[in-house]
């Protein structure tokens, strides 16, 4: 232990974090400064700014004494998505306390998991990984993956229904959103088992000139998964749903490389959503919401239509940030921000988002690449993966190309449960990046 | 797969997302979703790279990369048709709801007009044209006086746009253009709504009012003219609209604005088209002035030339009958008393001494064929449809006398009849005076210009007191007023219809001095005759006088 401590600049990083440190600075300022549409302020209006500022930079520098030697561009990547929500919010705050009392405490309750998820991620990396947190989470995977499912299946009689779904359990003053805990301990768990079974997995059972997928090594996972799913449609949790079939394919693909998998999963799934779309009035709804929301624009379709307004208002610059009227969509902070993000900073705006959120999973894939041991690199590519995911079923229902279901955009949505695991997933892809390389 | 396949897919992508992004319209059109998911896949062809010598995790690895990029590239392109291709469609879409009692539209371009506080429009001596009224964060339009609404025309930003005044000087009425540049640049920096500067007319609303009255709701047109300056004083036309029905507070859910409007649009007596610059009519035999006014001027004719009129004419081969000799034993006529008398037999000899090509020509000097230089839209007067028509004698002939084929608008025929007494010159009609900030300074002033010179103010001269000699003694004298020297000519305009126009052109002064008003006055399909007109005209001008 003594001999890795030995201290270092991450000088890349630093350097990087200047931008989200600028970012955060000015964004303030303007965002101060717009309603009031003359120059007079002080530095304590945009202590968030500086304090977001000088956070990042000073985890850098700690991350350099303890002798990190891991990815440097994670964390640059992790600031910059993550000042970009902040900003946002912080935007949305004024308006939204304007229409109701429940967002009194938004911004800065958003501030709050903010600052906790920053914590979290440099707790991991300069405690909890050193200490073993990857090691005990393919140890224990089956407790981690039941507790889980437990977790998300309690959800069902004590959660708390907001719209029709079942997503939160408050404890307190603490809503926890388990559907988040789960896609980590998912992807944990997954890249254990699949790891271990690996070869089996992809070789198959060879029955005369047919090769049949090994069974019985698929059941225990597509138990595992089949629960998480089936817990998610009961509750309505549509979006966790997909997300979790995602990753669950994805990681199949990546571990086994087999297109079989992929094959057999998309199509049962289409005929799962067909089936569905016959069956249930609710997911007729979302089917016309994402074909033609204008069939029903003050009702069902209320929420796209303002989204398409906000989406075309910002046209390629954007209105700017504090004078468009994102507001108007219902529920902005949450599944529509990436359209208050389109009104106020344009096309160039939503666009760097989408690069952002490609650049952490390149870089995330690049350290599953560089991984000397087997698990840690499914890890990787899957916490990745979820990342990947995750922005594709957001950004692709908000601007119509699949049917919306709600889910987070990463780092930049309202919502504590939310910032905290993506903050622990960026800590744990950062921890691993220092991990011992394959040369 | 081969290179030369991946770059054939990569570029079959691209084509078929141009050919969608251009050719359909809706966001989520079940054709461009279809089009999006073929041109993913042959993406997907395109970053199909080869992955030689590496561990299968790595090659599955990348794979999957790839396809992430991908997705979000089509992403990207949905992005691109969202909030750049059909911005503007979606922007300004509106829609009903599913039961129709309900209507939706961009709340962002519904308050955009309304958070501008709009330039006024007054007349001149500062009476509200057109309004706009505060009412908590928006500004609302309103026209006041149905007299006067429609010179400013409607402001319809939601329903129809806008016409008239409202049209033409937007830039300045919202604020774009007229204003300080430097309170224009820092509300532009600070995204505050412009202040927009106002109008004030050379219109007199109380006139304006009177000129209404006496047309007492039949349909036709007066125009005076302040003959100087060339102001216009008033511009009434008949049939009006109400261009307060016409706006509208949102784009959707308007069903009374927008019967109103479907109304106004169907209407066969065609409300919208301001007859006063609009219209056109046969201008009949005021016309003669003009004929008269060009022999002079080119030396064919003077006022007390001699022409025969024995109550008819042949020319090749048609009898043209004279109807209008008081006294039928004469035969021999001036050209004064041709103009006195409405003499369509001494006209017509006159328009041939002319001859046709001289008369184009000289008809061109009066601005026939020329768009009037005006604050509103106008019609080209025109002398006939082509210059060939002018090749007939009978067509010279009657041309000569006001009918063939002459179009000319009211305001085209106030402004000849100005020219008269002005020396022989027309004057620029002026409609807007000057461009007035939300202070009160005024901001520019229009100029006062000339605009032609047909005839020299000799010529004039003689016109002027042959139309005053009409009125004192000739066939008009129920256009004198006490007091007031006037001159004038009537015209009646046959039409298609059994019923025809009836004309008055005339100005006014005080005796002894130049004239300082002129006025065209028609009524369509005018039942009563001539009386009517020559009323109208001459109270119109005496009130104008009296102002």
Same mark, same amino acid.
């Given at each position: 232990?003594?001999?890795?401590?030995?201290?270092? +600049?991450?000088?890349?990083?630093?350097?990087?974090?200047?931008?989200?440190?600028?970012?955060?600075?000015?964004?303030?300022?303007?965002?101060?400064?717009?309603?009031?549409?003359?120059?007079?302020?002080?530095?304590?209006?945009?202590?968030?700014?500086?304090?977001?500022?000088?956070?990042?930079?000073?985890?850098?520098?700690?991350?350099?004494?303890?002798?990190?030697?891991?990815?440097? @561009?994670?964390?640059?990547?992790?600031?910059?998505?993550?000042?970009?929500?902040?900003?946002?919010?912080?935007?949305?705050?004024?308006?939204?306390?304007?229409?109701?009392?429940?967002?009194?405490?938004?911004? &800065?309750?958003?501030?709050?998991?903010?600052?906790?998820?920053?914590?979290?991620?440099?707790?991991?990396?300069?405690?909890?990984?050193?200490?073993?947190?990857?090691?005990?989470?393919?140890?224990?995977?089956?407790?981690?993956?039941?507790?889980?499912?437990?977790?998300?299946?309690?959800?069902? +009689?004590?959660?708390?229904?907001?719209?029709?779904?079942?997503?939160?359990?408050?404890?307190?003053?603490? &809503?926890?959103?388990?559907?988040?805990?789960?896609?980590?301990?998912?992807?944990?768990?997954?890249?254990?088992?699949?790891?271990?079974?690996?070869?089996?997995?992809?070789?198959?059972?060879?029955?005369?000139?047919? @090769?049949?997928?090994?069974?019985?090594?698929?059941?225990?996972?597509?138990?595992?998964?089949?629960?998480?799913?089936?817990?998610?449609?009961?509750?309505?949790?549509?979006?966790?749903?997909?997300?979790?079939? !995602?990753?669950?394919?994805?990681?199949?693909?990546?571990?086994?490389?087999?297109?079989?998998?992929?094959?057999?999963?998309?199509?049962?799934?289409?005929?799962?959503?067909?089936?569905?779309?016959?069956?249930?009035?609710?997911? !007729?709804?979302?089917?016309?919401?994402?074909?033609?929301?204008?069939?029903?624009?003050?009702?069902?379709?209320?929420?796209?239509?303002?989204?398409?307004?906000?989406?075309?208002?910002?046209?390629?610059?954007?209105?700017?940030?504090?004078?468009?009227?994102?507001?108007?969509?219902?529920?902005? &902070?949450?599944?529509?921000? +990436?359209?208050?993000?389109?009104?106020?900073?344009?096309?160039?705006?939503?666009?760097?988002?989408?690069?952002?959120?490609?650049?952490?999973?390149?870089?995330?894939?690049?350290?599953?690449?560089?991984?000397?041991?087997?698990?840690?690199?499914?890890?990787?590519?899957?916490?990745?993966?979820?990342?990947?995911?995750?922005?594709?079923?957001?950004?692709?229902?908000?601007?119509?190309?699949?049917?919306?279901?709600?889910?987070?955009?990463?780092?930049?949505?309202?919502?504590?449960?939310?910032?905290?695991?993506?903050?622990?997933?960026?800590?744990?892809?950062?921890?691993?990046?220092?991990?011992?390389?394959?040369? | 797969?081969?290179?030369?396949?991946?770059?054939?897919?990569?570029?079959?992508?691209?084509?078929?997302?141009?050919?969608?992004? $251009?050719?359909?319209?809706?966001?989520?059109?079940?054709?461009?979703?279809?089009?999006?998911?073929?041109?993913?896949?042959?993406?997907?062809?395109?970053?199909?790279?080869?992955? =030689?010598?590496?561990?299968?995790?790595?090659?599955?690895?990348?794979?999957?990369?790839?396809?992430?990029?991908?997705?979000?590239?089509?992403?990207?392109?949905?992005?691109?048709?969202?909030?750049?291709?059909?911005?503007?469609?979606?922007?300004?879409?509106?829609?009903?709801?599913?039961?129709?009692?309900?209507?939706?539209?961009? =709340?962002?371009?519904?308050?955009?007009?309304?958070?501008?506080?709009?330039?006024?429009?007054?007349?001149?001596?500062?009476?509200?044209?057109?309004?706009?009224?505060?009412?908590?964060?928006? $500004?609302?339009?309103?026209?006041?006086?149905?007299?006067?609404?429609?010179?400013?025309? $409607?402001?319809?930003?939601?329903?129809?746009?806008?016409?008239?005044?409202?049209?033409? #000087?937007?830039?300045?009425?919202?604020?774009?253009?007229?204003?300080?540049?430097?309170?224009?640049?820092?509300?532009?920096?600070?995204?505050?709504?412009?202040?927009?500067?106002?109008?004030?007319?050379?219109?007199?609303?109380?006139?304006?009012?009177?000129?209404?009255?006496?047309?007492?709701?039949?349909?036709?047109?007066?125009?005076?003219?302040?003959?100087?300056?060339?102001?216009?004083?008033?511009?009434?036309?008949?049939?009006? #609209?109400?261009? *307060?029905?016409?706006?509208?507070?949102? =784009?959707? %859910? *308007?069903?009374?604005?927008?019967? #109103?409007?479907?109304?106004?649009?169907?209407?066969?007596?065609?409300?919208?088209?301001?007859?006063?610059?609009?219209?056109?009519?046969?201008?009949?035999?005021?016309?003669?002035?003009?004929?008269?006014?060009?022999?002079?001027?080119?030396?064919?004719?003077?006022?007390?030339?001699? #022409?025969?009129?024995?109550?008819?004419?042949?020319?090749?081969?048609?009898?043209?009958?004279?109807?209008?000799?008081?006294?039928?034993?004469?035969?021999?006529?001036?050209?004064?008393?041709?103009?006195?008398?409405?003499?369509?037999?001494?006209?017509?000899?006159?328009?041939?001494?002319?001859?046709?090509?001289?008369?184009?020509?000289?008809?061109?000097?009066?601005?026939?064929?020329?768009?009037?230089?005006?604050?509103?839209?106008?019609?080209?007067?025109?002398?006939?449809?082509?210059?060939?028509?002018?090749?007939?004698?009978?067509?010279?002939?009657?041309?000569?006398? %006001?009918?063939?084929?002459?179009?000319?608008?009211?305001?085209?025929?106030?402004?000849?009849?100005?020219?008269?007494?002005?020396? %022989?010159?027309?004057?620029?009609?002026?409609?807007?005076?000057?461009?007035?900030?939300?202070?009160?300074?005024?901001?520019?002033?229009?100029?006062?210009?000339?605009?032609?010179?047909?005839?020299?103010?000799?010529?004039?001269?003689?016109?002027?007191?042959?139309?005053?000699?009409?009125?004192?003694?000739?066939?008009?004298?129920?256009?004198?007023?006490?007091? $007031?020297?006037? %001159?004038?000519?009537?015209?009646?305009?046959?039409?298609?219809?059994?019923?025809?126009?009836?004309?008055?052109?005339?100005?006014?002064?005080?005796?002894?001095?130049?004239?300082?008003?002129?006025?065209?006055?028609?009524?369509?399909?005018?039942?009563?005759?001539?009386?009517?007109?020559?009323?109208?005209?001459?109270?119109?001008?005496?009130?104008?006088?009296?102002?």
């Amino acid at each position: 232990m003594p001999a890795r401590f030995r201290p270092t +600049f991450r000088s890349i990083e630093f350097g990087l974090l200047i931008f989200p440190a600028l970012i955060a600075i000015i964004g303030l300022a303007i965002i101060v400064l717009v309603p009031r549409a003359q120059l007079d302020w002080s530095w304590s209006e945009i202590w968030v700014g500086l304090a977001f500022a000088g956070a990042v930079l000073v985890m850098s520098l700690s991350l350099g004494i303890r002798g990190f030697r891991g990815d440097q @561009t994670i964390l640059p990547i992790t600031a910059m998505i993550s000042i970009l929500g902040l900003l946002m919010i912080q935007r949305l705050h004024p308006d939204l306390a304007a229409i109701s009392d429940a967002y009194s405490a938004l911004a &800065q309750r958003h501030l709050m998991y903010l600052a906790a998820g920053l914590v979290i991620m440099w707790l991991i990396v300069m405690l909890l990984g050193p200490i073993g947190l990857i090691r005990w989470l393919q140890r224990y995977r089956y407790l981690i993956i039941l507790s889980a499912i437990a977790l998300q299946i309690s959800t069902f +009689f004590i959660g708390t229904e907001v719209y029709g779904a079942k997503l939160w359990i408050e404890i307190g003053p603490v &809503q926890i959103q388990p559907s988040e805990i789960v896609k980590l301990a998912l992807v944990a768990f997954l890249a254990s088992y699949l790891d271990e079974n690996r070869d089996l997995l992809a070789s198959g059972w060879k029955v005369g000139p047919i @090769t049949l997928p090994p069974i019985p090594y698929l059941i225990p996972m597509g138990a595992m998964w089949a629960a998480c799913l089936l817990t998610l449609i009961i509750l309505n949790d549509l979006g966790s749903a997909l997300l979790f079939f !995602g990753i669950f394919l994805t990681m199949l693909y990546i571990a086994t490389g087999g297109l079989i998998y992929v094959a057999v999963g998309l199509g049962s799934f289409v005929a799962a959503a067909y089936g569905a779309w016959l069956t249930l009035d609710r997911i !007729g709804i979302r089917v016309q919401n994402w074909l033609n929301p204008w069939k029903d624009p003050l009702d069902a379709g209320f929420q796209p239509v303002h989204s398409d307004y906000a989406l075309a208002s910002g046209g390629v610059f954007g209105v700017g940030l504090g004078y468009g009227s994102p507001t108007y969509i219902p529920e902005v &902070q949450t599944d529509y921000i +990436f359209s208050a993000i389109g009104e106020e900073l344009g096309l160039l705006g939503t666009l760097a988002v989408i690069c952002l959120y490609l650049f952490f999973v390149v870089r995330g894939f690049t350290i599953a690449l560089r991984a000397r041991d087997g698990y840690v690199q499914l890890f990787a590519a899957g916490l990745s993966s979820i990342i990947a995911v995750q922005t594709i079923i957001i950004v692709g229902g908000v601007t119509r190309i699949i049917p919306l279901t709600g889910i987070t955009l990463p780092l930049i949505s309202y919502g504590g449960s939310a910032l905290l695991t993506n903050f622990a997933l960026s800590g744990m892809l950062l921890y691993v990046s220092g991990l011992p390389r394959r040369v | 797969m081969p290179v030369p396949i991946r770059v054939l897919a990569g570029l079959a992508s691209l084509g078929l997302l141009a050919w969608g992004l $251009y050719a359909i319209d809706d966001v989520s059109d079940a054709r461009w979703l279809s089009i999006l998911g073929v041109a993913w896949l042959l993406l997907l062809v395109a970053a199909y790279v080869r992955l =030689p010598n590496m561990p299968q995790f790595s090659r599955s690895l990348i794979r999957v990369a790839l396809v992430f990029a991908t997705v979000l590239a089509i992403v990207s392109v949905q992005l691109i048709r969202i909030q750049v291709i059909k911005q503007d469609d979606i922007v300004y879409r509106t829609a009903q709801s599913a039961d129709g009692t309900d209507a939706i539209a961009n =709340p962002r371009v519904v308050l955009t007009p309304l958070e501008t506080k709009r330039g006024e429009i007054f007349d001149r001596d500062g009476e509200v044209i057109a309004g706009t009224v505060q009412e908590g964060d928006h $500004y609302y339009r309103t026209w006041p006086d149905p007299a006067t609404a429609y010179i400013a025309g $409607y402001f319809s930003p939601f329903l129809i746009a806008s016409s008239g005044l409202e049209a033409e #000087y937007a830039d300045v009425l919202s604020g774009q253009t007229g204003n300080n540049p430097i309170s224009r640049l820092f509300n532009n920096l600070l995204h505050k709504p412009q202040t927009g500067s106002n109008l004030r007319l050379t219109i007199d609303a109380d006139l304006q009012r009177s000129a209404h009255a006496l047309l007492d709701g039949q349909n036709g047109a007066v125009v005076v003219i302040d003959v100087e300056t060339g102001d216009v004083v008033v511009m009434a036309s008949n049939p009006t #609209y109400d261009p *307060n029905q016409l706006f509208t507070t949102s =784009p959707a %859910g *308007n069903p009374e604005a927008q019967a #109103y409007w479907e109304s106004i649009i169907n209407d066969p007596d065609r409300p919208l088209v301001t007859r006063a610059s609009l219209g056109l009519y046969t201008p009949g035999s005021t016309f003669k002035t003009v004929t008269a006014a060009i022999a002079i001027e080119r030396g064919y004719a003077e006022p007390d030339s001699v #022409y025969e009129d024995d109550g008819d004419i042949e020319i090749d081969g048609r009898v043209l009958v004279e109807n209008n000799r008081p006294d039928e034993t004469r035969s021999e006529w001036t050209l004064r008393e041709g103009l006195m008398w409405s003499l369509n037999v001494v006209l017509a000899q006159v328009g041939l001494q002319i001859g046709g090509d001289e008369f184009w020509e000289a008809a061109e000097d009066f601005g026939f064929g020329q768009e009037i230089p005006f604050d509103l839209p106008v019609s080209t007067s025109r002398l006939a449809s082509s210059e060939d028509f002018l090749d007939s004698s009978n067509a010279i002939a009657d041309t000569g006398f %006001g009918q063939g084929q002459i179009q000319v608008s009211p305001l085209h025929m106030a402004l000849i009849t100005a020219g008269f007494v002005n020396d %022989g010159v027309i004057m620029v009609p002026r409609l807007v005076d000057a461009v007035v900030s939300e202070d009160g300074d005024v901001i520019e002033t229009k100029p006062t210009e000339e605009w032609l010179q047909p005839i020299s103010p000799e010529t004039a001269e003689d016109v002027e007191q042959m139309m005053v000699d009409t009125v004192t003694s000739g066939s008009v004298q129920g256009a004198q007023a006490p007091g $007031y020297t006037i %001159g004038g000519k009537t015209g009646t305009a046959e039409t298609s219809t059994d019923t025809p126009h009836s004309w008055f052109i005339g100005f006014i002064g005080e005796p002894g001095q130049k004239p300082r008003y002129a006025v065209a006055v028609v009524l369509e399909q005018g039942t009563s005759g001539l009386a009517a007109p020559v009323a109208i005209g001459r109270d119109i001008l005496v009130q104008t006088m009296q102002e």
